[in-house]
């Protein structure tokens, strides 16, 4: 009866034993269940941006384009300085493959041009952000600190025979009304429209116009158009994001000098492209459409070169 009872005994633990090792497996069954981003978890990272190298910045600028952008540079005589002058001067840089650049300035006996052109290769250095979002970032930033105006579209549409008046709107038209003797005083142009302009009254002086003329909304509109085209703007035809800046300086009774510059972004790489001139006649103002339509299209030329 001993025996048995010893047996029995045995027995009785193997199944508690067998039991404990059967619980703790559905235990960490259900923990690893209960916590899908534990160490089993594969953690998807960030795409990487699509270019890993850049373009040699100097020979990103063809002779031709720069014979148009510094038309100096086909007036110097001496072959050598010519071709040193077409060839630029490289930016110091510690790594090709992150951010490059290149100048050109070339003086004439009308101007002198300046051109820059500087390319970063962005990468982020954090999984969950992507190397385009962080260009993109990049991108943001720049286009902020220029400080774009607000498009003139809605600025027009307030004046429109049939848009509700605005507080703002009406001040102005009593004060037009009211100083109906004294047109002239109304316009006043800041840097910025002086600069988009080329020179010519900004936007705002349209209403005075108006008022001291025919009436004639199309008529009064129909001469700032070009003013408007010119503005500092998004561009929606370059890259994946872009703006073109417009500025003109004024430094006492020297010639103005005017700034292009052009920011766009294709997946994650940035281009700052800069286009200065200075005329050399005291009060000559270099031309804005001009200066525009030469950086944009050097800018399209650099961002089929990225294969954009």
């Known amino acids: 009866m001993q025996r048995k009872a010893y047996v029995t005994g045995t027995?009785?633990?193997?199944?508690?034993?067998?039991?404990?090792?059967?619980?703790s497996s559905g235990s960490d069954s259900a923990t690893d269940n209960a916590h899908p981003g534990g160490a089993g978890t594969t953690t998807?990272?960030?795409?990487?941006?699509?270019?890993?190298?850049?373009?040699?910045?100097?020979?990103?600028?063809?002779?031709?384009?720069?014979?148009?952008?510094?038309?100096?540079?086909?007036?110097?005589?001496?072959?050598?300085?010519?071709?040193?002058a077409y060839q630029g001067a490289a930016e110091l840089t510690y790594d090709t493959d992150r951010k490059v650049g290149c100048r050109w300035k070339v003086d004439s006996a009308d101007a002198t041009?300046?051109?820059?052109?500087?390319?970063?290769?962005?990468?982020s250095y954090d999984n969950t952000v992507s190397d385009d979002d962080q260009a993109k970032k990049i991108f943001?930033?720049?286009?902020?600190?220029?400080?774009?105006?607000?498009?003139?579209?809605?600025a027009a549409a307030t004046g429109s025979p049939g848009s509700p008046s605005t507080p703002a709107s009406t001040s102005s038209s009593a004060s037009s009304s009211a100083s109906s003797a004294t047109p002239s005083s109304t316009p006043s142009s800041s840097p910025r429209s002086t600069a988009t302009a080329g020179g010519s009254p900004s936007p705002s002086a349209s209403p005075s116009g108006s008022a001291s003329g025919s009436g004639s909304p199309s008529g009064s509109a129909s001469p700032e158009a070009p003013a408007a085209d010119l503005q500092p703007r998004v561009?929606?035809?370059?890259?994946?994001?872009?703006?073109?800046?417009?500025?003109?300086?004024?430094?006492?009774?020297?010639?103005?000098?005017?700034?292009?510059?052009?920011?766009?972004?294709?997946?994650?790489?940035?281009?700052?492209?800069?286009?200065?001139?200075?005329?050399?006649?005291?009060?000559?103002?270099?031309?804005?459409?001009?200066?525009?339509?030469?950086?944009?299209?050097?800018?399209?030329?650099?961002?089929?070169?990225?294969?954009?």
């Open 11 to 23: 027995a009785a633990l193997l199944g508690a034993l067998l039991a404990g090792c059967t619980n």
């Open 44 to 84: 998807v990272a960030a795409q990487p941006g699509k270019y890993r190298t850049l373009t040699e910045p100097c020979g990103a600028v063809g002779h031709d384009t720069l014979g148009s952008m510094l038309p100096g540079i086909k007036q110097i005589a001496d072959p050598d300085q010519r071709n040193k």
């Open 113 to 123: 041009d300046r051109l820059s052109v500087d390319f970063e290769r962005v990468v």
């Open 140 to 154: 943001t930033s720049k286009e902020t600190a220029a400080n774009l105006p607000e498009p003139s579209g809605s």
């Open 235 to 308: 561009l929606t035809d370059l890259g994946d994001d872009a703006y073109i800046d417009d500025q003109l300086s004024s430094s006492g009774s020297t010639a103005q000098q005017r700034t292009v510059t052009v920011v766009f972004r294709t997946s994650n790489v940035v281009v700052t492209l800069v286009y200065e001139e200075q005329p050399m006649a005291t009060g000559s103002v270099p031309d804005s459409k001009e200066m525009q339509d030469k950086a944009r299209d050097l800018a399209s030329q650099l961002d089929d070169a990225l294969g954009g």
